[in-house]
């Protein structure tokens, strides 16, 4: 029963970040904690539900838990960054969407996010997600790429990927946590 009620709360947390995401301000200043609160409510909670039902299931003790589900929230913050660091920097057959969709949608996502609080006075950004400009895609990806922001951002899901490893190391050493490990030290390194 407990599973069943955290899958509920994690349906409604999941609903309320996508419908906070369609209300995204244009105010610079806070676009970077609404990404974050956006992919917390989105994507970490997903992997932290997943874990912690996992933990939960197997009959962890409760301090196992929470770090387990300390492990998939900071697991599913990495991964979404790697996730939008991909939109600009992979390859469509492997990304299976085209590169820069996320713009093409006119949504901001920590690189665009980061190249534009470093940039304020460059209005390509602003007239491919505002106007939804898609001649000026490619262009605005290929300055993003060329930037430092996708090192920034990468540095940004290391830290997540850390923080994840530093709440598996306090499990005991078994396969599980070995994986576990293995997990976090690859999700900056994949590649779609």
């Given amino acids: ?17 996508e419908l906070k995401q369609t209300g995204v301000t244009s105010d610079m200043a806070r676009l970077r904690d609404y990404y974050f609160a956006w992919i917390s409510a989105k994507t970490a909670s997903l992997f932290a ?6 933990a939960i299931l197997g009959q962890a003790p409760e301090s196992a838990i929470e770090m387990i589900r300390d492990y998939g929230h900071n697991l599913g ?28 949608e006119g949504t901001m996502t920590l690189p665009s996010i980061l190249f534009a609080e470093a940039h304020p006075e460059d209005e390509l950004l602003e ?5 939804k400009d898609t001649e000026s895609v490619m262009m605005a990806v290929e300055k ?5 922001v996708i090192d ?6 290391a830290d997540f990927c850390s923080r994840a490893s530093s709440a598996a190391e306090k499990l005991p050493d078994n396969s599980a946590r070995r994986s576990m490990l293995e997990l976090a030290a ?7």
């Fill in 127 to 131: 007239s491919v997600v505002e106007k």
């Fill in 1 to 17: 029963m407990r599973v069943v009620k955290l899958f509920s709360q994690t349906l409604m947390t999941i609903s309320g970040g």
């Fill in 144 to 148: 993003i790429r060329d930037s430092s």
């Fill in 186 to 192: 690859y999700i900056v390194e994949r590649r779609k």
């Fill in 152 to 157: 920034e951002c990468l540095a940004l899901a």
């Fill in 77 to 104: 913050m990495a991964f979404q960054i790697v996730d939008d660091v991909l939109d600009f920097t992979g390859e469509e057959d492997e990304l299976g969407k085209p590169v820069g969709s996320d713009l093409r």
């Fill in 49 to 54: 539900t997943s874990t912690e039902s996992g």
